[in-house]
C-alpha cells in the first residue's frame, strides 16, 4: 500500500498550547545539519531498506541517550516516509515529548471518561483498512472546572493518547488514522476557535508522529462550515491535509464509501449506530 504523503511544516503562525507554549512541531524547518557519509547515502539511496534505516536510527538514539523503542523508531520513520535526516532530526526533538508517554490516570483518565473522543474498536475504513478515533464534539466544555488542568489540555492529550493508542504496530503506522467528529448539536459556545485549533493541528501532527489520512466531519452546523472551517480554520492547514477533511451527513457516514461493511454495529447510538456506550 502506498502511503500518502504526511503533513509537513505548514502551520502559518505558531499555536500556542494551553499552557501558553508553542506547540512542538514534528515537522523540520530550514536549518540543516552536517551529515554523515553514512547518513547521506541513507537518505538519497532508493534502494536502502527500511530494516537498514531504522538500525541506523536506533544506533543514532543509543549514541544519544534516546530512550525510543524500534516500535517508536519505526513510527518515526513511517510519517516521515522513511527519510533518514529528518526522521533523526524529528527524534531528536521530541525525546522529551511527554505526549508520546501519556498514561490512563489522573486527570487524563477523568477526561476518557467523559467519551469525548475514544478510539471505535473493530471499525476500519473501506479503503486501507485504517483503525478509527472517534470525537463527540457536543461533550467538549471549556467550561468545566473540575480538574485543576486547563481543559483544552486535557481535550489534547486525550486525543494524543487515542493517537498512540492507534500507532502501536508498524501496520497502524503504515495504513494511518482516520478520524470521525460528530458535530451533531454542537454548541458554538462549546467549541472555541481555540480549543478547535488545538484539535485540528494535533491531527494535522504537530504532537505525535500519526498520519491522519481521513479526517470525516458529520452533521456540522452552518456556523461552524462558514465561517470557523472556511473562513478561520481551512487557511491554516496544510492542502494536503485539507484534501483529507469531508464535511458530510450522517446519512454519507452510514452508506458512503469511507467506512467497511458493517459499520453500523461499531459506530455509537449518537451516529446512527447500535453501539451503546
Known amino acids: 500500500m502506498t502511503m500518502k504523503a504526511p503533513v509537513r511544516s505548514t502551520i502559518k503562525s505558531p499555536m500556542k498550547s494551553p499552557l501558553g507554549k508553542t506547540l512542538r512541531r514534528l515537522s523540520i524547518g530550514s536549518t540543516q545539519t552536517a551529515t554523515t557519509e553514512e547518513d547521506s547515502s541513507l537518505s538519497s539511496s532508493p534502494a536502502h531498506s527500511e530494516k537498514r534505516l531504522v538500525k ?11 530512550a525510543f523503542s524500534k516500535e517508536m523508531v519505526y513510527r518515526f520513520a513511517y510519517f516521515y516516509e522513511f527519510d533518514f535526516e529528518r526522521t533523526k532530526e524529528a ?3 521530541n525525546r522529551e515529548n511527554h505526549h508520546l508517554r501519556l498514561e490512563m490516570r489522573g486527570y487524563l483518565k477523568r477526561q476518557f471518561s467523559t467519551r469525548t473522543i475514544f478510539p471505535l474498536s473493530g471499525l476500519k475504513t473501506r479503503k486501507d483498512k485504517m483503525d478509527v478515533c472517534y470525537i463527540q464534539a457536543s461533550r467538549f466544555d471549556p467550561n ?6 486547563n481543559y483544552g489540555t486535557r481535550v489534547v492529550e486525550n486525543l494524543c493518547y487515542v493517537l498512540n493508542d492507534l500507532s502501536r504496530t508498524r501496520e497502524q503506522c503504515k495504513r494511518g488514522v482516520a478520524v470521525i467528529i460528530n458535530m451533531n448539536r454542537c454548541e458554538e459556545t462549546k467549541l472555541t476557535f481555540d ?16 498520519t491522519v489520512n481521513l479526517v470525516l466531519m458529520v452533521d456540522s452546523p452552518k456556523w461552524f462550515q462558514t465561517q470557523m472551517w472556511k473562513t478561520q480554520t481551512k487557511p491554516m492547514l496544510a492542502e494536503s491535509f485539507v484534501k483529507r477533511c469531508r464535511l458530510i451527513d450522517g446519512e454519507e ?4 464509501d469511507y467506512l467497511a461493511g458493517g459499520c453500523e454495529a461499531f459506530l455509537p447510538t449518537t451516529s446512527g ?4 456506550e
Open 56 to 66: 541506523a536510527l536506533l544506533e543514532y538514539c543509543a549514541s544519544s541517550g534516546i
Open 91 to 93: 527524534i531528536e526533538l
Open 144 to 149: 468545566d472546572s473540575s480538574s485543576s488542568s
Open 195 to 210: 480549543l478547535w485549533m488545538q484539535v485540528i493541528m494535533t491531527l494535522q501532527g504537530t504532537l505525535v508522529p500519526t
Open 253 to 256: 457516514l452510514l452508506t458512503g
Open 273 to 276: 449506530g447500535s453501539r451503546q
